[in-house]
């Protein structure tokens, strides 16, 4: 494909046909609002959304910059957090922020633990954070950025991070360790009381990850459901992330970062006082940061209030359930492990859950794929509750078209070589001559046949051909073509 440049508009649009033509572009969009969705939208419903819309654009224009300019959104996002706090097991001593999201309270979070540990545990080489396998990317991201060094320790078979692996992974280098909250693969909480016991043994900064987890957990212990402790009630705690932009309903580019002291947020403040534009100050990463994530933070908690979020959770945990069980009665798909909370992978022994995945696409659900064991991603939200039946049905026909598809057509050659461990017998350049013949060569997931394609990239995970491959493949897809 050609590249194009998009020559600048002369003159504006009309407002009617300028939003027409946005209108247009979303059609080709994963159907979110009705529910077939399983990722990237939490849905509570229009009602909430509408309210949470109507404060983003109060503050549309604003900027939480500088606290002094809108002391409105220094208060909405010291109350956020608090109240957040006040959740997550915190106290008076609890302070944090709000960050552009999740990948950003990472960020800040591990770069305050590289400071601190420069005070308080000093180490010759290169800072080494551990890693459950399945921690967010974020993780993996933040290490390349700051220059640590990630040391990744195996699940155990609960699919949570094995303490006893954790603990032979800590060296003299070691100042960090991570847990999440649960985990975004399979949705199951690690053991973050024994990471506890560990991080402080060895006097080590202990994040949790509750990106995910940080606002359904604790309503769904009010409602009853028993979980692991996850929260700074842990001792071990230092740092707690936690998303406004998913189970908070907030807006999108919100999350909150929580410390377990004011003493522990300085390592991220940042000043400069030598600039000749005046004293510059913030509190995380971003400099100008949208009042409106802040403002429809802030409506969402007061908006919803703990019982409209209980009754959000109950609504959600039900559709879980729902779901659950019906991915357990149909023959040939299980769950990878039991999630703790609202999280399903699906599995199976006996067929190709990629091309069960593709299926699904066809269907117009939009579902992620993921790798050891392969599996179909849930996230699961308030607005399921209307779908679950028929994706359910929809997932039966699907199993039964995938059945149908591998009597007929067995031996893809591609999966075929991928799956049995061929690959190595096979020199490289064959192979990738063998998958651009049978594939389009190129990571997409609404692609017709995506199957082969992920059967690759699971085989291949951690390949630098691969990963330059899906760099390109990203570079492409924002470039402008024709
Ligand atoms: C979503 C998520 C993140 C990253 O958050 P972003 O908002 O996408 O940057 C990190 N950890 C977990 C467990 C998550 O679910």
Redesign the pocket.
């Known amino acids: 494909m050609k590249k194009k440049l998009t020559p600048f508009p002369s003159q504006g649009l009309e407002k009617e046909e300028l939003l027409n033509r946005l209108r247009t572009f979303k059609k080709e969009d994963a159907r979110w609002k009705s529910g077939r969705t399983f990722s990237h939208i939490y849905n509570p419903g229009s009602d909430i959304t509408d309210m949470v819309r109507e404060a983003y654009n109060l503050f549309f224009s604003e900027n939480a910059l500088n606290p002094y300019t809108f002391p409105s959104l220094r208060k909405l996002e010291n109350e956020v957090v608090s109240m957040a706090a006040h959740l997550l097991g915190g106290n008076e001593d609890t302070s944090g922020c709000i960050t ?7 960020f800040l979070a591990l770069h305050s633990a590289r400071e601190w540990a420069k005070n308080h545990h000093p180490i010759i080489g290169k800072p080494e954070v551990i890693l459950p396998q399945s ?5 993996h991201k933040a290490c390349h950025y700051l220059q640590l060094q990630p040391v990744v320790v195996p699940l155990g078979a609960d699919y949570k991070v094995n303490p006893a692996e954790a603990w032979k992974a800590i060296t003299n280098n070691t100042i960090a360790i991570v847990g ?1 909250a ?3 693969p399979h949705g199951v909480i690690d053991h973050i009381g024994k990471l506890s016991e560990l991080a402080i043994e060895n006097n080590l900064w202990l994040h949790v ?5 940080g606002f359904i957990l604790p309503f769904a212990r009010k409602l009853g459901h028993l979980l692991p402790d996850f929260d700074f009630t842990v001792p071990g705690v230092q740092s707690l ?1 936690a ?1 406004l ?2 189970y908070g309903y907030a807006a999108k580019g919100a ?1 909150v970062l929580l410390y377990r002291n004011s003493e522990l947020r300085k390592y991220q403040l940042y000043t400069y006082t030598q600039w000749p534009g005046g004293v510059y100050a913030s509190l995380g990463f971003g400099g100008t940061r949208a009042g409106g994530a802040v403002a429809a933070a802030w409506a969402a908690f007061c908006g919803i209030g703990e019982a409209g979020y209980l009754k959000l959770t109950e609504k959600t945990l039900q559709t879980v359930r729902r779901l659950r069980q019906g991915i357990e009665a149909i023959n040939g798909l299980k769950l990878v492990v039991q999630p703790d909370i609202s999280i399903l992978a699906i599995t199976s022994d006996k067929i190709d859950v990629f091309a069960l995945a593709d299926k699904l696409t066809e269907k117009g659900w939009f579902v992620n794929r993921q790798f050891r064991p392969p599996s179909i991603h849930l996230t699961v939200s308030p607005i399921h509750a209307v779908v679950a039946d028929e994706f359910l049905l929809d997932l039966q026909t699907a199993l039964d078209e995938v059945q149908q598809l591998s009597i007929n057509r067995i031996g893809n050659t591609l999966q075929t070589v991928a799956t049995k461990g061929l690959k190595w017998v096979l020199p490289k350049k064959t192979f990738s001559k063998l998958q651009s013949l049978t594939t389009s060569g190129k990571p997409d997931p609404s692609a017709k046949n995506a199957a082969a394609m992920f059967q690759l990239l699971q085989e291949y995970a951690g390949d630098p051909e691969i990963e330059l491959m899906v760099l390109n493949t990203l570079d492409e897809l924002y470039t402008n073509t024709e």
């Open positions: 552009n999201g999740g990948t950003e309270s990472i921690a967010h990317p974020a993780f999440s649960p985990a975004y990850d509750a990106c995910v987890g992330s998303d932009h998913k999350s």
